[in-house]
Nanobody, 124 residues
């Protein structure tokens, strides 16, 4: 089992930056990947980006490319989502999740463990 705890959400203005953290505990898998998802009211949960734990390779959705950066601190078992140039359409509950699937997966169903989510609200 893997337990995930997100933190760092809040209310910011358009153009601001915010950093989310996702700390893992329990059993971790070196071949796993951590994904950041978000879900806005009335919308489906969508993948924001992923980072592979063993080599740090990242993937970003087009909507956040060049604005969001995912990184990891192996010593702290923590993955970060640095968000900059935030827009009102970035408003959502943000989740981190872990998949043990060895290839890039973008669908929520492929992820095995989930955090509780943290709210990010961007005002215009």
């Amino acid at each position: 089992q893997v337990q995930l705890v997100e933190s760092g959400g809040g209310l910011v203005q358009a153009g601001d930056s915010l950093r989310l953290s996702c700390t893992a505990s329990g059993r971790t898998y070196s071949g796993s990947a951590v994904g950041w998802f978000r879900q806005a009211p009335g919308k489906e949960r969508e993948l924001v980006g992923t980072i592979r734990w063993n080599n740090g390779n990242t993937y970003y959705a087009d909507s956040v490319k060049d604005r969001f950066t995912i990184s990891r601190d192996s010593a702290k078992n923590t993955v970060y989502l640095q968000m900059s140039s935030l827009k009102p359409e970035d408003t959502a509950v943000y989740y981190c999740a872990v998949t043990v699937y060895p290839a890039l997966v973008v669908t929520p169903g492929a992820y095995d463990y989930w955090g509780q989510g943290t709210q990010v609200t961007v005002s215009s």
